[in-house]
């Protein structure tokens, strides 16, 4: 007997959160669904649907105005197809969704606005620069930030030689070393 370890992974437990959807409807509330795949969400709404008695998923497709979409497999590609209605052109965007840690974040956006109508497309999300200095372990990145670091080092104590490498590269090269 296999052992199923997400959340959705049983009729019952599915059955319980698409009830606790239509639950926070009822109260004006936004709910956020995180999953590592587009299966997860259809399996919800297969379950709201048994539970509700019509074919919409309970009202939680017809509910949902907001969808990021991070990188995926051709099977989520599928269900997006089938679920979301997605076209051609909105996987084809989809599927080139990419990220490069810790430069930047790219997920694929769809909604609906209050006239019915689906707009998509692609955001990039860029590292602060502060945070992309703080974390990065390109050997460039790492190599100037250590020089510039020692530097400091001959005038202060060595957190406060870091943190002005950090703040001084930050403003010099937002983007990291090699951009």
Request: charge should be neutral.
């Amino acid at each position: 007997q296999q052992i199923k370890h997400a959340a959705l992974g049983s009729e019952e437990a599915a059955a319980a959160v698409a009830g606790f959807f239509r639950e926070m409807r009822k109260y004006l509330c936004g709910v956020v669904l995180l999953s590592q795949t587009l299966a997860d969400f259809s399996t919800l709404v297969n379950a709201a649907t048994k539970g509700s008695g019509d074919s919409s998923g309970g009202g939680i497709l017809e509910n949902t105005m907001h969808f990021f979409l991070l990188a995926s497999s051709p099977g989520d590609h599928q269900t997006g197809r089938k679920i979301l209605s997605l076209s051609n052109e909105e996987v084809g965007s989809w599927s080139t969704v990419a990220s490069l840690p810790p430069y930047f974040s790219e997920c694929f956006y769809r909604m609906r606005d209050d006239r019915d109508v689906y707009l998509s497309g692609k955001i990039r999300i860029y590292s602060n620069p502060l945070m992309l200095w703080t974390a990065s372990s390109t050997p460039e990145d790492r190599q100037l930030r250590n020089t510039t670091m020692k530097q400091y080092q001959e005038t202060m104590e060595q957190n406060m030689a870091r943190r002005k490498a950090v703040n001084d590269l930050a403003r010099q090269y937002p983007l990291g070393y090699l951009h």
